[in-house]
């Protein structure tokens, strides 16, 4: 009966999809729009009436329940992911002499952080045919310079961390700490880019308690949205105390003030220090009203995600492309991006293949361009020749549009689309 009512649904599509091109006529399928619904709007609603805006009751809540989802003590909620992977630096206290070392594949974001506290980042190449750090030429990498090691969950698939740690531990005899947090450790620290990877899972562990620190982001696009905003979590760190690591991640998110507004609220409370010219970097309540309606779906939104990644996957698999496995028997990805690759195809061919599938109404993107290809990273002498894997990944690279607003049929139209165009 199933099969039946599936072969009946395809009849009806594919009627349809002979319609639309008689007529000449097409989807018009976007590449990432936010799902709100009106459980979100309630609660933002709920806190524009409230009479607090700002950081509060909300955000504070909605990091406990963060922390919860990601087995951790504890979680900050900030303005960015960006802004949680540079307080993270911060915290540990890496700064000029220092080198971070990341993947030469992936955003800005994740490089510029460490220039901004003024280190040195170190880019790595991926390995063959994978989107993730070569983790032979990380070890190589790495000096007694070496403070931190910024692995990128690209897709929201999971770096290999046991082998990461693995690394970090043969190379412990090169680790020179410069201050108590450092000293706690007493090796690298491993501060991953999670902005794609929230709710995902590697083994038994989740995204957020797979690294000693995690950031992710809530930008619009991402599979949990507060329009903007990100979190940090962490794993409990030898003799440092989690209630003043937590307090001195709030310093530097509101100007190094010694109480935050909720707390300066309390009767005869107003009175507060600066104990460091620090940032502004909080997030706000109606940014974690969004995040809290978000979260009591998520597991929804995870199981549509998949369902509509299982869809590609089963649809593409006939066609000359390569696309990244979100889940397997290693990892659980989340299915944030679609990233397909043309096999043998160049720059050329994938930049009109987009605009191809852009002119039939499907828009496309790509993740990501090599840092070493960026300007701001050639002016410090990287080379995008000493990355030959992360260009041959990049330059066929294509990211369907993947989100909990596509319908089955408009699915079903995008690698319909995908295969009309490859086959020409």
């Known amino acids: 009966?199933?099969?039946?009512?599936?072969?009946?649904?395809?009849?009806?599509?594919?009627?349809?999809?002979?319609?639309?091109?008689?007529?000449?006529?097409?989807?018009?399928?976007?590449?990432?729009?936010?799902?709100?619904?009106?459980?979100?709007?309630?609660?933002?609603?709920?806190?524009?009436?409230?009479?607090?805006?700002?950081?509060?009751?909300?955000?504070?809540?909605?990091?406990?329940?963060?922390?919860?989802?990601?087995?951790?003590?504890?979680?900050?909620?900030?303005?960015?992911?960006?802004?949680?992977?540079?307080?993270?630096?911060?915290?540990?206290?890496?700064?000029?002499?220092?080198?971070?070392?990341?993947?030469?594949?992936?955003?800005?974001?994740?490089?510029?952080?460490?220039?901004?506290?003024?280190?040195?980042p170190i880019f790595v190449?991926?390995?063959?045919?994978?989107?993730?750090?070569?983790?032979?030429?990380?070890?190589?990498?790495?000096?007694?310079?070496?403070?931190?090691?910024?692995?990128?969950?690209?897709?929201?698939?999971?770096?290999?961390?046991?082998r990461i740690y693995e690394i970090i531990e043969r190379k412990k005899h090169l680790f020179r700490p410069a201050n108590k947090m450092q000293e706690a450790f007493g090796r690298i620290i491993i501060s991953t880019d999670a902005a794609h990877s929230f709710g995902s899972s590697r083994g038994s562990k989740m995204s957020g308690e797979l690294a000693d620190f995690s950031s992710f982001s809530f930008h619009a696009v991402k599979n949990l949205t507060t329009a903007e905003g990100g979190a940090v979590t962490w794993l409990p760190i030898p003799g440092i105390d989690n209630e003043e690591l937590y307090h001195e991640f709030m310093l530097l998110s509101l100007h190094g003030q010694s109480k935050d507004a909720l707390a300066k609220t309390q009767l005869g409370a107003w009175e507060y220090d600066i104990v460091a010219p620090y940032y502004k970097c909080n997030m706000t309540d109606i940014m974690a009203a969004i995040g809290l309606a978000q979260l009591e779906r998520y597991d929804s939104i995870l199981k549509r995600r998949r369902t509509i990644v299982e869809s590609y996957d089963a649809a593409l698999k006939k066609l000359p492309v390569e696309v990244l496995q979100h889940y397997s028997n290693d990892a659980c990805g989340n299915g944030h991006l679609y990233l397909m690759r043309l096999i043998g195809k160049d720059e050329a061919y994938r930049n009109e293949f987009i605009i191809k599938m852009a002119q039939a109404g499907v828009a496309c993107n790509v993740h990501y361009k090599p840092l070493p290809m960026h300007t701001a990273y050639k002016k410090m002498g990287f080379d995008i020749k000493d990355y030959p894997n992360a260009f041959a990944m990049y330059q066929n690279e294509v990211t369907l549009p993947l989100h909990t607003l596509l319908t089955d049929e408009e699915v079903a139209y995008v690698t319909d689309t995908v295969e009309k165009i490859l086959r020409g």
């Open 1 to 120: 009966m199933v099969k039946l009512l599936d072969e009946e649904c395809k009849i009806v599509y594919n009627d349809k999809v002979r319609k639309w091109r008689k007529r000449g006529q097409h989807m018009n399928i976007k590449f990432s729009p936010p799902d709100i619904g009106e459980q979100e709007i309630q609660e933002v609603i709920d806190t524009l009436r409230s009479g607090w805006i700002t950081t509060g009751p909300k955000t504070k809540k909605f990091e406990k329940e963060i922390a919860a989802y990601c087995h951790t003590d504890k979680a900050v909620c900030l303005n960015s992911q960006t802004a949680a992977a540079e307080l993270v630096l911060h915290v540990l206290g890496v700064g000029a002499g220092d080198e971070v070392i990341t993947s030469a594949y992936t955003y800005t974001a994740t490089a510029s952080i460490i220039c901004h506290v003024g280190a040195t």
């Open 125 to 162: 190449d991926t390995a063959p045919n994978s989107y993730e750090i070569d983790y032979d030429k990380l070890e190589a990498a790495i000096t007694e310079k070496t403070k931190v090691i910024i692995p990128v969950d690209i897709g929201g698939v999971p770096c290999d961390y046991a």
